[in-house]
């Protein structure tokens, strides 16, 4: 993930949020300070400390997901369509968020074309089995 034409050194805080196939939402937030040339990426940029995680975590807007309701549990039982983030840049580190800066929208996709699924049902144990093509 990348924000670029930000103020240089300019404080945003990025928010993710999902919602599963029951309804339930599902966020997550970092604060992040962009470099000297107002671009911001995840990849090089560490998360600042107050938000779900904090250190370089490319990854964590989605792992740090959290459900808005306590103990509930994400579900997605069709792995043929995608899950859908929504990206959300504001301004400062603030709580409430700043002004919203950016947003975007993100599918996460669980197979790939081509991809087989292959039931498996042996005692007790009921998986399933994804074969890459």
Same mark, same amino acid.
């Given at each position: %993930?990348? /924000?670029?034409?930000?103020? &240089? *050194?300019?404080? /945003?805080? =990025? *928010?993710?949020?999902?919602?599963d196939e ?6 997550? $937030? ?12 995840l990849a090089? $940029?560490?998360? =600042? ?15 740090? =997901?959290?459900?808005?309701?306590? @103990?509930? $549990? ?8 995608? @899950?859908?983030? !929504? =990206? +959300? ?7 409430? &968020? ?5 947003q975007? !929208?993100? +599918? *996460?996709? @669980? ?6 699924r292959?039931? /498996?049902?042996?005692?007790? %144990?009921?998986?399933?089995?994804f074969l890459?093509p």
């Open positions: %993930i990348t /924000v670029q034409g930000l103020s &240089p *050194r300019q404080q /945003v805080t =990025l *928010r993710t949020s999902l919602q029951t309804g339930e939402l599902f966020q997550a $937030c970092a604060r992040y300070q962009a470099g000297d040339d107002g671009e911001l990426d090089r $940029c560490p998360a =600042l400390p107050g938000g779900s995680f904090s250190g370089l975590e490319p990854m964590g807007l989605l792992w740090a =997901l959290q459900p808005q309701k306590p @103990f509930r $549990c994400m579900v997605k039982r069709d792995m043929q369509s995608p @899950f859908v983030l !929504q =990206l +959300e840049v504001f301004e400062g580190h603030g709580e409430p &968020p700043g002004r919203l800066l950016a975007a !929208q993100h +599918e *996460r996709a @669980f197979l790939r074309d081509g991809v087989r292959v039931p /498996v049902r042996e005692g007790r %144990i009921r998986a399933t089995l890459p």
